[in-house]
């Protein structure tokens, strides 16, 4: 039976969100669905392109979770 993978499937895929099985299925239909290949192709491009972004707490941020932490630790004692 052929199945028809969406392009969140696909986006799962690229991003390693399947489980090993459904990852399997997909990249069989990958090597000989030539529209569902293209389609996959276009999406990785994609996905290359945007910004690889790492997000890092100011120190000050970091600080103020600790002290609000802290309070509350000392609230219970």
């Keep these: 039976m052929k199945q028809c993978y969406t392009e969140e499937k696909l986006i799962q895929l690229i991003y390693g ?3 090993i099985f459904e990852r399997l299925e ?7 669905d030539l529209c569902l290949r293209e ?3 276009q999406l990785y491009k994609a996905y ?3 910004p690889q972004v790492k ?6 941020t970091i600080n103020n ?13």
């Design 17 to 19: 969100e399947c489980d």
């Design 26 to 32: 997909i990249e069989d239909s990958l090597k000989n």
């Design 39 to 41: 389609n996959y192709d």
């Design 48 to 50: 290359h392109k945007l």
């Design 55 to 60: 997000f890092a707490p100011k120190n000050s």
């Design 65 to 77: 979770i600790l002290k609000h932490g802290k309070g509350r630790l000392e609230a219970m004692y």
